[in-house]
């Protein structure tokens, strides 16, 4: 099946692309995977319970509820949605081809113009007692969740020992009555600066050669946590803390394992783009959303890149049909810069 322009990806910027693009009549074709990288359709906000710095929900929306709106409002204006996993590409030539799970072997799809926007999943530590309280007390995100009731005036935990750990800690001592960090190594990987602001700040305890070892907390259905216990990497001694909210900072994947080796990626496998747009290192390939976002992960900023790539989509089809006169780029460059 050949598409004018195919969206990989079903989160925030996935959704906002595909409206964009179906409300210019470019009748886009939305792969939203199958459980990739196990997560259902609608990407990490389907992990969320409560959602309130999303505009527009003042009494804030459950995250799942989010994700089928945003789909109903991609189909509503005429987006195809395809509940396959997209596992290989080809984007070495025009058209672009790609080829779906469990059809390897077969034809490849092909299309004009492709917006990845395939996220990034929050690594998790698969503790006793993590999948019980996920969303009932353990995080992976304080700025999306730090502020709502159960955390206020209540002991709190972060894990890991970096800046985003750093920052996430201090965010939340906005929130909690006293925040402790536990550091697996005898040292903060922080830089000097943050490193200084977190062990400055009276609410916050850093505990090092520290790691989690089990979240209990309340037996009933949907029970809230209220313990941790951690132990020591050095002397084995375990201790049992009162928290009521854990906060994982150890890191994101982005999923870009697909186009390794043919969309420029950093050193983390964030897929590179060009600063204020959606444009890779591979003309008509756009990138929204976590994928090349490392920074600031939020829904709303994911859906303001989807409307980006949309955008940019949209005049690179009509560059290519000869609609927007193109000024010639120079020897060197894709997409309007120089790698």
């Given at each position: 099946?050949?598409?004018k322009?195919?969206?990989v990806?079903?989160?925030?910027?996935?959704?906002?692309?595909?409206i964009?693009?179906?409300?210019?009549?470019?009748?886009?074709?939305m792969?939203?995977?199958?459980?990739?990288?196990?997560?259902?359709?609608?990407?990490?906000?389907?992990?969320?319970?409560?959602?309130?710095?999303?505009?527009?929900f003042?009494?804030?929306?459950?995250?799942?509820?989010?994700?089928?709106?945003?789909?109903?409002?991609?189909?509503r204006?005429g987006?195809?949605?395809?509940?396959?996993?997209?596992?290989?590409?080809?984007?070495?030539s025009?058209p672009?081809?790609?080829?779906?799970?469990?059809?390897?072997?077969?034809?490849?799809?092909?299309?004009?113009?492709?917006i990845i926007?395939?996220?990034?999943?929050?690594?998790?530590?698969?503790?006793?007692?993590?999948?019980k309280?996920?969303?009932?007390?353990?995080?992976?995100?304080?700025?999306?969740?730090?502020?709502?009731?159960?955390?206020?005036?209540?002991?709190?935990?972060?894990?890991?020992?970096?800046?985003?750990?750093?920052?996430?800690?201090?965010?939340?001592?906005?929130?909690?009555?006293?925040?402790?960090?536990?550091?697996?190594?005898?040292?903060?990987?922080?830089?000097?600066?943050?490193?200084?602001?977190?062990?400055?700040?009276?609410?916050?305890?850093?505990?090092y050669?520290?790691?989690?070892?089990?979240?209990t907390?309340?037996?009933?259905?949907?029970?809230?946590?209220t313990?941790?216990?951690?132990?020591?990497?050095?002397?084995?001694?375990?201790?049992?803390?009162?928290?009521?909210?854990?906060?994982?900072?150890?890191?994101?994947?982005?999923?870009?394992?697909?186009?390794?080796?043919?969309?420029q990626?950093?050193?983390?496998?964030?897929?590179?783009?060009?600063p204020?747009?959606?444009?890779?290192?591979?003309?008509?390939?756009?990138?929204?959303?976590?994928?090349?976002?490392?920074?600031?992960?939020?829904?709303?900023t994911?859906?303001?890149?989807?409307?980006?790539?949309?955008?940019?989509a949209e005049r690179?089809?009509?560059?290519?049909?000869?609609?927007?006169?193109?000024?010639?780029?120079?020897?060197?460059?894709?997409?309007?810069?120089?790698?």
């Amino acid at each position: 099946m050949h598409s004018k322009v195919v969206v990989v990806g079903s989160g925030p910027a996935a959704h906002t692309a595909a409206i964009y693009l179906a409300r210019a009549e470019l009748k886009p074709v939305m792969y939203e995977g199958m459980l990739a990288n196990g997560v259902a359709a609608g990407g990490q906000l389907t992990t969320t319970t409560d959602i309130e710095n999303f505009p527009g929900f003042p009494q804030g929306i459950n995250g799942s509820v989010l994700m089928d709106q945003m789909r109903e409002q991609s189909v509503r204006f005429g987006t195809e949605i395809i509940t396959e996993t997209v596992v290989k590409v080809d984007l070495s030539s025009r058209p672009f081809k790609f080829w779906l799970e469990y059809a390897e072997d077969a034809e490849p799809h092909t299309c004009d113009a492709l917006i990845i926007a395939t996220g990034a999943s929050a690594r998790r530590l698969h503790l006793a007692g993590e999948d019980k309280f996920w969303q009932n007390g353990v995080s992976a995100c304080a700025v999306c969740d730090g502020a709502v009731p159960i955390f206020r005036k209540k002991p709190l935990v972060v894990i890991g020992g970096g800046d985003s750990a750093a920052e996430e800690a201090l965010f939340l001592t906005k929130y909690g009555s006293s925040v402790t960090v536990l550091v697996r190594r005898d040292v903060l990987r922080a830089s000097k600066t943050m490193a200084k602001r977190l062990l400055a700040h009276p609410k916050v305890n850093v505990k090092y050669n520290t790691v989690a070892v089990e979240i209990t907390g309340e037996e009933a259905a949907n029970g809230l946590m209220t313990g941790l216990t951690v132990k020591n990497t050095i002397t084995g001694e375990q201790e049992k803390l009162q928290a009521n909210g854990l906060f994982y900072a150890v890191g994101h994947d982005p999923a870009t394992q697909i186009f390794k080796k043919q969309v420029q990626m950093d050193e983390d496998g964030y897929i590179v783009t060009k600063p204020g747009t959606s444009f890779t290192n591979i003309e008509g390939v756009f990138a929204a959303g976590d994928v090349q976002d490392k920074r600031y992960r939020q829904a709303i900023t994911s859906a303001g890149t989807g409307c980006i790539a949309a955008l940019e989509a949209e005049r690179y089809l009509a560059e290519q049909e000869g609609e927007v006169e193109v000024e010639a780029k120079k020897p060197g460059q894709t997409n309007g810069y120089a790698l």
